[in-house]
């Protein structure tokens, strides 16, 4: 199993916005009301994170618009465009019991009754609940449904999730 992640990504700034330092940014998160108490994003560049301090937040359609402190003008902000953004783990969204990081269940290793069946490979999320893709051990795919019938233990720190798979699975 990889290593813990130390940041999440939670959006892309896209373009300058106005021309007092302002950007767009489009998001790879949904919890925009966690990203308002933020007090910290960070943006890898050529000498690793830098961090960025919010001073304001606006919503539109389909992407937000950040005020950084360190940005004061649209020159500045236009040598953002591309740049991702970041929260630390410490100041990511809190989880409720049962939910997980998607990157802390990517490489866990999936058992059916003590038998390995493979390692979570993604997370996709629909709309009824997530589908956890395992790729298995002799070959190919199993999407499995996060449910309670299906997903009986994980165990992040241990590097396991027990499984019942579901006829027609």
Do not use: W
């Not at 910290?40 to 830098?50: A, I, N, T, V, Y």
């Not at 001073?55 to 005020?67: A, P, S, V, Y």
């Not at 390692?119 to 996060?146: F, H, M, R, S, W």
């Not at 299906?150 to 999730?161: E, Q």
């Amino acid at each position: 199993m990889n290593e813990k992640e130390e940041y999440f990504r939670v959006g892309i700034i896209t373009e300058a916005h106005g021309v007092r330092g302002e950007v767009k940014v489009f998001l790879t998160t949904d919890d925009v009301p966690h990203l308002k108490k933020v007090k910290e994003f960070h943006s890898p560049c050529k000498d690793g994170m830098e961090i960025l301090h919010p001073e304001g937040m606006k919503q539109t359609k389909d992407r937000i618009i950040l005020k950084f402190r360190e940005i004061n003008d649209r020159d500045t902000a236009e040598r953002y465009r591309k740049r991702e953004l970041y929260v630390d783990r410490a100041h990511a969204v809190p989880l409720e019991e049962d939910e997980y990081y998607i990157s802390d269940l990517e490489g866990l290793e999936v058992y059916e009754d003590d038998r390995f069946v493979g390692t979570v490979k993604d997370v996709l999320q629909t709309g009824a609940n997530d589908v956890y893709v395992i790729e298995k051990t002799e070959g190919g795919e199993l999407l499995l449904p996060a449910i309670r019938q299906c997903v009986l233990k994980v165990d992040v720190a241990g590097g396991r999730m027990d499984v019942k798979v579901m006829e027609g699975l």
